[in-house]
């Protein structure tokens, strides 16, 4: 089995965003839970993450398609 490198480095730096991605929806919604009335700050933040993880992942790309084998 052998991956070409620069598809092991698409592989790792999506697994990565991935995983940041859900640390931070997990603890966003630990500290914004719907029981303590703070749903709209909670929402502007999963926002915030999720264009955030869009914008990585679409620079990662970038930056991975720009590496010559």
């Known amino acids: 089995m ?10 790792i730096a999506s697994v ?3 995983s940041v991605f ?8 630990n500290k914004y839970s719907m029981q303590e009335g703070v749903l709209q ?3 502007l933040w999963i926002i915030v993450v999720i264009v955030g993880f869009i ?5 990662t ?3 991975l398609s ?3 084998e």
């Open 61 to 63: 790309g970038y930056l």
């Open 41 to 43: 700050e909670g929402t």
């Open 66 to 68: 720009r590496i010559e």
């Open 55 to 59: 914008v990585a992942m679409m620079g």
């Open 16 to 18: 990565a965003w991935a």
């Open 22 to 29: 859900v640390v931070a929806i997990v603890y966003i919604g």
């Open 2 to 11: 052998n991956i070409p490198r620069i598809r092991l480095l698409e592989i």
